[in-house]
């Protein structure tokens, strides 16, 4: 990891504190907007830091696909926040899915809270794809998923469940890594 690509997670991490502490306590609208638009950027950073199979490498004509799947707590914060945004020359595309089974393809999935009781299924279905698996349920993490949000005070902190991501064929940095509390088997065990 080049120290140039350390100091711009850093600043990530540095900025998505500042935000959610600058959000007044009891503002529960308010508080919704600036922790998904944070959430957003970080869902965005993810595929900075987060390898893909070699194998599964799109050609740059093929956009990176977001997709919310179930209940969308982003509203157009997501929409707003990744407005414009490249990944390399692939444009980043953000998509809803009602059910998994209407999502076809994609590299980052996010997964609603309103999915928690179907979220085995979900995973069976993306099970050995390169899909980059993200929520913020509670041990979402420990449940087969590779990457949680939870809230620590007004911050946001991640779980990463490194055997779900080496599954998907997934390789997330050191420097991500460092940000997180791993949860689950390591790989080898």
């Not at 946001?156 to 390789?171: C, E, Y």
């Amino acid at each position: 990891m080049t120290t140039g690509r350390h100091r711009a997670l850093t600043a990530l991490v540095v900025t998505a504190s500042a935000l959610l502490c600058a959000i007044p306590p009891g503002a529960a609208q308010g508080a919704a907007p600036g922790e998904y638009e944070v959430k957003a950027a970080f869902l965005y950073n993810f595929a900075r830091y987060v390898e893909w199979p070699s194998g599964g490498d799109a050609p740059s004509e093929d956009p990176f696909v977001i997709v919310i799947l179930g209940e969308d707590p982003f509203g157009t914060a997501i929409d707003e926040t990744l407005r414009g945004k490249t990944l390399g020359e692939r444009a980043v595309v953000i998509r809803r899915a009602a059910q998994a089974d209407d999502i076809g393809g994609c590299d980052i999935l996010f997964i609603g809270d309103s999915e928690h009781r179907d979220l085995p299924r979900i995973l069976d279905l993306f099970e050995g794809t390169p899909t980059l698996t993200v929520a913020d349920m509670e041990e979402f993490a420990e449940r087969g998923g590779v990457i949680r949000f939870r809230m620590e005070g007004a911050r946001i902190r991640l779980d990463i469940n490194r055997t779900a991501a080496q599954r998907a064929g997934l390789r997330v940095s050191s420097e991500l890594l460092k940000l997180a509390r791993i949860v689950g088997r390591p790989p080898g065990d």
